[in-house]
């Protein structure tokens, strides 16, 4: 079974610009869930989509957004980007059943994003 | 905000030895999951305790969980410099059907050839 894809791999951008990365989840995975990993903050949660509708939302700011297609393909947005923006951009997808508790996560490789 | 918090921060051992890495958490949980990450790539998982459940062993991995303490441990025994990573804990917070995971900050696992 092909694992989490994330594209791109890297990019850099300019503040100000908006950028959009891609998460295609392992096949049958409805749960698909993006975090931010930076040196000083870690891991931090950022939304997660189940059968196309948002479940959860982190502590973040209306600038970054997302959504999810009917084959369970995700993308995030961030708008109006800002130097602090940059990190690892980590999608994950799970087997989380609609109702049931956060299962194991299988995790892409991330996009690192530089903002200049 | 970080609900489990991984101790210690950083960790050096010789190959052979033992490591044992310790997260404590603050509310109640479904389940408790450690990562192992390898320099900034994705996060692969390693064991996944529920919270009826005291201990657990995949491999070379034991896995302890103490609900009325709110912490747990992961041990690797017989470590290999192929163990060298960063370890997280992530919790499930109990919160129904839109309970999240919320990782740690991590531990730095250096394992000396």
């Known amino acids: 079974k092909a694992g989490v894809t994330q594209t791109p791999r890297y990019l850099i951008k300019t503040r100000g610009q908006q950028v959009t990365l891609s998460c295609s989840p392992i096949s049958g995975h409805r749960s698909v869930s993006w975090y931010q990993q930076t040196p000083g903050q870690g891991l931090q949660f950022l939304f997660e989509y189940f059968s196309e509708t948002q479940r959860n939302k982190g502590n973040f700011p209306g600038r970054f957004s997302g959504r999810q297609f009917s084959n369970s393909r995700s993308e995030m947005n961030v708008s109006t980007l800002e130097l602090g923006d940059s990190a690892l951009y980590l999608c994950?997808?799970?087997?989380?059943?609609?109702?049931?508790?956060?299962?194991?996560?299988?995790f892409g490789p991330g996009t690192r994003l530089l903002v200049l | 905000s970080q609900q489990g918090e991984e101790d210690p921060q950083a960790l050096s051992i010789q190959e052979g030895e033992n490591a044992t890495m310790n997260c404590s958490y603050k509310t109640s949980i479904n389940n408790l999951q450690w990562y192992r990450q390898n320099s900034g790539r994705g996060l692969v998982h390693l064991i996944l305790i529920r919270s009826n459940e005291r201990e657990k062993h995949s491999g070379r991995l034991r896995v302890t969980l103490d609900t009325s303490k709110k912490s747990s441990s992961l041990l690797i025994t017989a470590s290999r410099a192929a163990d060298t990573a960063s370890y997280f804990c992530?919790?499930?917070?109990?919160?129904?059907?839109?309970?999240?995971?919320?990782f740690g900050k991590g531990i730095t696992l250096s394992v000396r050839p």
């Open positions: 994950a997808s799970s087997l989380r059943i609609r109702g049931g508790a956060q299962e194991t996560q299988y």
């Open positions: 992530a919790t499930d917070d109990y919160t129904g059907a839109n309970s999240k995971l919320t």
